[in-house]
């Protein structure tokens, strides 16, 4: 796999390595767009459970770029993790140093923002899970993971970037990511 730190790092990815942009409290209103347009926002629906089942339009094929689908339901207020599908072999846990491959998209659109698969079908992101080099939520995420498996996390603004936003990611911006985990050591 190439090991690229600068991939997730580019303009939108940059903000993930920024974790504490977000607050810590969670945001009652949500939303966003890429496009620069005005940012439709709507109130988040209460806390989620924080395990769901994944849209079944995000393949479970492993060697596919997923898609990730627009929203048919408000945005959740809660990290909410997705299993597409479940790995067998090592557990991301917390000090782990992990190598992902994502899509990021919006919530409420499905337009992908950034995405490791547009560098190459062999691109990764290389952090430790629990070290402050990503945004929260993703770094919430991803632990947990078996290495192998496809996920789906839901991130509302408060464990992403928050009011301010970063980049193409408006304040307020609910974000998805679907997340292969490739490697743990």
């Known amino acids: 796999m190439t090991r690229r730190r600068t991939a997730l790092l580019a303009l939108p990815a940059a903000a993930l390595l920024v974790a504490g942009c977000g607050s810590s409290t969670p945001s009652p209103t949500v939303g966003g767009t890429a496009s620069g347009g005005a940012v439709a926002t709507t109130t988040c629906q209460g806390p989620a459970a924080a395990t769901e089942q994944a849209p079944p339009s995000i393949t479970d094929d492993l060697s596919a770029e997923p898609e990730v689908p627009a929203a048919q339901t408000p945005p959740p207020c809660t990290l909410v993790v997705a299993d597409v599908v479940v790995g067998d072999g090592p557990v991301a846990e917390s000090g782990s140093q992990v190598e992902v491959k994502y899509v990021g998209a919006f919530y409420d659109t499905g337009e992908v923002f950034d995405a490791s698969w547009q560098r190459g079908a062999d691109e ?7 070290g402050g080099q990503v945004i929260e939520g993703f770094d919430q995420g991803v632990a ?12 509302p603004s408060d464990l992403g970037y928050g009011d301010r936003g970063q980049g193409p990611i408006p304040g307020g911006a609910t974000l998805v990511f679907v997340v292969d985990l490739v490697s743990v050591s």
């Open 124 to 130: 990764t992101l290389p952090f430790t899970v629990g």
């Open 144 to 155: 947990g993971m078996a290495v192998g498996g496809r996920r789906a996390i839901t991130i």
